[in-house]
C-alpha cells in the first residue's frame, strides 16, 4: 500500500495505487489539465495504462516508472504540463519556459527529444501568438 498522510497530501509512493493513490492520481491530472494522452506521453508511457491506474484495472506500475509518478503526485512536474496544456499559462511564463528543458533536463531521466520539440512547438506558439497581438494592439504609423 502506498504510504500517505490525508492531512499534509505527502506521498512515499511505493508503486501500488491504492483507492486515495488513484483518486490524487486522476485529481492531480486535472488540476494541471491534462489529458490521459498528454500525461502518458510526458511519462512516457501509453495513456491506457494511465486510465487503468486511475480505475484500479492495474494496481501497481512498473518500477522504473515509480519516481516519475511521485514527482507528479507532489506537483514536480505542474509547470511543464500546465504549459503544454494551457497557451495563456505558458505565455505568461514565457520568460522562464525557454529555460525550462535545460533545467528539467538535469532534473528529469526520461527527459526526449519528442518532449523537447513539444515543449519547444509550445513556446514558439505563444511568443508567435504574443507577438501578433502586439502588432494588432500597436499598429505601424
Not at 38 to 54: A, C, P
Not at 61 to 85: E, I, N, W
Not at 124 to 140: C, G, Q, S, Y
Amino acid at each position: 500500500m502506498a504510504e500517505h498522510s490525508q492531512s499534509n497530501n505527502t506521498f512515499n509512493f511505493n508503486g501500488i495505487f491504492d483507492e486515495f493513490t488513484r483518486q490524487a492520481l486522476k485529481a492531480k491530472r486535472r488540476a494541471v489539465g491534462v489529458s490521459l494522452q498528454q500525461l502518458g506521453d510526458f511519462l512516457e508511457i501509453h495513456w491506457s495504462t494511465v486510465r487503468k491506474w486511475e480505475a484500479g484495472v492495474t494496481t501497481a506500475c512498473h518500477p522504473r516508472h515509480v519516481a516519475r509518478v511521485a514527482k507528479f503526485l507532489t506537483g514536480g512536474y505542474d509547470v511543464p504540463l500546465r504549459a503544454l496544456s494551457d497557451p495563456e499559462y505558458a505565455r505568461a511564463r514565457e520568460a522562464i519556459l525557454p529555460q525550462t528543458p535545460s533545467i528539467l533536463e538535469a532534473d528529469l531521466p526520461f527527459w526526449s527529444p519528442s518532449l523537447e520539440a513539444k515543449l519547444k512547438n509550445a513556446i514558439e506558439n505563444a511568443i508567435r501568438d504574443a507577438l501578433e497581438n502586439l502588432r494588432k494592439n500597436f499598429p505601424r504609423q
